[in-house]
């Protein structure tokens, strides 16, 4: 067996509300985020990568503990049940030093409250903050391997714009811990959620009235004029911590870390600014699901540059394990992936089809108002249903804005069979009580 410091690190870097098309390796001509593409060109990008539930406390959960949102966290906000196992436990139990930076939002609470430590997901430091939307007056609290263990949640107050202290508390650990045995750190930040407000040098980067917007954006004025105003904070945001990602790897360069730290980029899930005329996440469409999902190996080598796995939430906590050689526990309902991005890694004796979606509570806030879940198969078609009523059927193929939707067209009833075939194949899998519409 390999001794510890032989096994590579893993690094989770995260921001809020970051969706898959605000990125420049994605195409996106409103803004500039090298450091990101970097990490693009040297890693493996799932293509299809999903927030299986775009809400940010069920994302989170799942995230951690690699359960389905109905078997653990269901809505924002929502405490987690600190009795559930997560990665940190697995990493924890094979001699892994274990940290976390930033927004946790798993205590139950919309606003700053004081996080227990025994709900601190077991990390051994832990410095962050339930949930904030203020990112220049931002309190974090937490523990430690230095003694601290903060009773209240208003303990320290950063010092300068959000995504660059907490980003500072990373390099900290880096410096002082980097080198003395493997670590899995995460790097949790608010931005670029609302609002979307970025340092002033970002900032003046973006006028909103030169926004391009998605052709999916309806153009009636009230939501076109929002959505501009919104996205040029919103790139702003994302180009500050593009710098942010950069400062990492090159900390990490800097000390010889970035050949044995496998470091992974994503967000919890998109925001739709106006398209379709909506705002914010909690929707089915691809601008609230898809997320940003790039794994930059250790070593430097890589099975391909991009993946069209199905990729889903509940799949980062095993493919991280299985990216480290430790076999994921039994308990975690995702895929472990290791093997689309290292190469000579065995591949699992099946693999999913597609992601399963689902939103198993009604919100009713600039999103769907409904309970729904869904389907997004890897040869490219999405199908979601309300409770005994579909509702969306897009072949992603030849329409990727989702314009036309095919879910009543009886042209289509033999897919729609087939995709609400594989929808049922996942309640039943994962004993969601989900009812779906007769055909």
Known sequence: MESKQRRPNVLWIFGDQHRAQALGCAGNPNLSTPHIDRLASEGVTFSNAVAGCPWCSPFRG?????????????????????????????????????????????????????????????????????????????????????????????????????????????????????????????????????????????????DPQEIILRPNVPDIPRITERARQELAGYYAQIENLDCNVGRVMEALRAQGLDRNTHVVFFSDHGDMHGSHGYVRKSSPWEEAVRIPCIFRPANGERVAPESDAPFNHVDFAPTSLGLCGISPPEWMGGTDYAHRILPGRAAPASEPHSAFLQHVFRKRFDCLNRTWRGVRT?????????????????????????????????????????????????????????????L
């Open 62 to 206: 799942s995230l951690l503990t690699s359960f389905y949102v109905h078997r653990c966290v269901q809505r924002t906000p929502q405490r987690m049940d600190p009795n559930l196992p997560t990665v940190t436990d697995a990493f924890n139990e094979t001699g892994y030093r274990t940290a976390y930076f930033g927004k946790w939002h798993l205590g139950g609470a919309n606003r700053m409250i004081h996080v227990p430590r025994e709900e601190r997901g077991r990390f051994d430091i832990w410095l962050g903050y339930e949930n904030n939307n203020a990112q220049y007056d931002c309190w974090i609290h937490g523990h430690d391997l230095k003694g601290r263990d903060d009773a209240e949640p208003l303990s320290e107050k950063l010092e300068t714009y959000e995504t660059d202290a907490l980003t500072d508390r990373l390099l900290d650990f880096l410096a002082e811990y980097g080198d003395a045995g493997p670590f899995f750190a995460v790097l949790s930040v608010q931005p670029p959620h609302n609002p979307h407000v970025a340092p002033p040098e970002y900032a003046e980067r973006h």
């Open 378 to 438: 890897r040869d490219g078609w999405k199908y979601v249903c309300l409770e005994g009523q579909p509702i969306m059927m897009f072949n992603l193929n030849e329409d990727p804005y989702e314009l036309a939707n095919l879910a009543f067209l009886d042209a289509y009833n033999d897919v729609r069979a087939e995709l609400q075939a594989e929808l049922a194949r996942w309640l039943e899998r994962t004993g969601d009580t989900f009812e779906l519409p007769e």
